[in-house]
């Protein structure tokens, strides 16, 4: 063979190996954790600017909620007589969705007291029960610390530290800038899971060593936040059982930090799961006794039939419930709207 002929097999065996090496490379890339939360598809308009719909109303996504709790409703003002079993019937539908037995029973009696005279007034006066029971002035996050502080606690398994990735994201596109504080120092993920979110979310996260002080983490949170000029700083703790005393204490710690620090917390969300019914009562009411609950993120509303823990919540502890998780979508965590909550469970009584 001459000179050329040997020419071109070298560029062809050459070619081959690169595309080869490409291939090996792309196929090796590390994946990130799917921590079951779908981030919304990226769809660039002018500038690149992240295109996509908000979520719908609240009625649109309650689900089991609204179908269970609307269906018992139903039954009830589709009877002709108000006699005793009518009025039975509306507090065990209130009880099932977890309302609880001491408001559902209140709730019934007082509708009861109004005396009215057929099916349909009493709908409306139930409805106008529950909305005076949810009938709070403050749901949005009131943020006006520099840095603003949010602190957020709750139990294992809630969806605290995704929840905290909705959050800010919220924050960031309504314009704010973030920073989120890893100082849940004890679940070994706990870390890269939260700067997974803040990698794919484009959000700072501050840690420590596993093992190290929270408190201390914290501290370094907010330092670095006040730094570097943010607008908010969210610092997730680490889930515990809320009849842990010594868990508690240190979460108390942690509070006391930052309060030192910041002169104040804007915000101390506490997530609950609404698939816990009653027994998230408990968990509201020790951590209430321990730091400032602020506000309730109740997350899975779409998945349970039991989201009369709403109104328990609110009445029994008087914690307004901020915010919901209504889907698995990066976007599915929105403002808790009391009046289309109440005209959801009821829609279907007509």
Request: aromatic letters at 4%.
């Amino acid at each position: 063979m001459d000179t050329m002929t040997y020419i071109w097999i070298g560029i062809a065996v050459v070619g081959v190996l690169a595309l080869v090496l490409v291939a090996r490379f792309v196929g090796r890339r590390p994946r990130q954790p799917d921590f079951g939360v779908e981030l919304p598809d990226r769809r660039s308009r002018g500038g690149g600017t992240l295109v996509e719909e908000r979520p719908g109303k609240i009625g649109d996504r309650l689900g089991k909620t609204s179908r269970n709790l609307g269906g018992a409703l139903r039954n009830v003002f589709s009877r002709e007589n108000l006699d005793d079993a009518f009025w039975e019937e509306m507090e065990e539908a209130l009880i099932a969705a977890d309302v609880g037995v001491s408001a559902s029973g209140d709730i019934v009696a007082a509708v009861r007291e109004a005396r009215p005279e057929r099916p349909d007034t009493a709908r409306d006066l139930l409805a106008a029960e529950l909305r005076a029971i949810l009938d709070h002035p403050h749901r949005e996050l009131d943020l006006v610390g520099e840095p603003a502080v949010i602190m957020v606690v709750g139990v294992n398994g809630t969806g605290k530290t995704t929840s905290i990735a909705k959050i800010a994201r919220r924050l960031g596109e309504d314009g704010k800038s973030v920073i989120l504080g890893a100082a849940d120092t004890f679940r070994a993920a706990a870390d890269t899971q939260l700067r997974t979110w803040g990698n794919r979310l484009g959000f700072e996260v501050v840690g420590g060593a596993d093992g190290s002080d929270p408190a201390s983490v914290a501290f370094d949170s907010y330092s670095a936040a006040r730094a570097r000029g943010r607008d908010v700083l969210i610092v997730d703790t680490a889930g515990r059982l809320h009849a842990k005393a010594n868990l508690m204490a240190e979460l108390e710690k942690i509070e006391r930090v930052l309060i030192k620090e910041a002169g104040t917390l804007d915000e101390v969300l506490l997530v609950l799961d609404a698939t816990s019914g009653q027994n998230g009562i408990a968990q509201v009411e020790a951590f209430v006794g321990a730091v400032g609950v602020t506000g309730i993120v109740l997350t899975k509303l779409d998945g349970t039939a039991r989201g009369g823990v709403v109104i328990a919540c609110e009445r029994e502890l008087g914690v307004p419930v901020k915010l919901i998780g209504v889907g698995e979508g990066i976007d599915d965590l929105i403002v808790f709207d009391s009046d289309e909550f109440v005209t959801a469970i009821l829609a279907d009584t007509q």
